[in-house]
C-alpha cells in the first residue's frame, strides 16, 4: 500500500479517540486526553486516513499511547511505529513504552515482534480504568477476562551508519 505518513492535529485525535476508544485513554501511569499527545496519521494514496499512532514525551522517555490500524493485516501499524520512533529518535527519546491489556494477544504480538519487551505487569489495573470509564467490559478479545495492564519497553539505538528509513515512511517536520 503507498501512502505517507504526516503529523495529525489534536481534533482529529478527539474525534478518533471518542468514537474508539473513550475519553480519557488510561495508562498504567496516567490517563491522556488528545491535548496532552501527538501524533501520525497514515494517509493512503488516495488521502484517506489509514490508521494513527499518538504518544506522550516526556525528558528522553516516551509512552506511545495509542497505535489503531484502521484495516489488520496491511503493515499500517508497522509503518506508523517506526515513523513515531524515527521522529521520537530525532527529538531525543531514548526509551519507549506500550501498554496493553491482557486480553490483546494481537497487540501483545505486535509490540514484541517490533522489539518491545515485558517490563511490568499492573495487577487487576483494568479496575482503575472502569473506575474512570465505567463501560469497559469484564470480557475482552475472545472472551478474556480483562483484568490486568502490561507495560511494554524498548530502547531507542541510533540507526547505523548508512541506513535511513524509507522515504514514504518519514513523517513531514513538525517544526
Partial sequence: MEGRTEPVDQEYIRSYWQANWGLPVVSTRRS???EDVQG???RDE???PQGLVTWHIDGDHAEIVSVDA???GRHIGGRLLHAAEAELHK???RQLMIVTTNDNLRALGFSVR????LTRIDADGMER???LKTDVPLLGHEGIPLR???ELEKELEPAPAGRSMPRELRPESFS
Fill in 148 to 150: 490486568d495492564m502490561l
Fill in 32 to 34: 491522556y486526553l488528545p
Fill in 129 to 131: 480504568v472502569r473506575k
Fill in 114 to 117: 517490533h522489539g518491545y519487551r
Fill in 46 to 48: 488516495w488521502g484517506e
Fill in 70 to 72: 484502521y484495516q489488520q
Fill in 40 to 42: 501520525l496519521v497514515y
Fill in 91 to 93: 527529538r531525543g527519546v
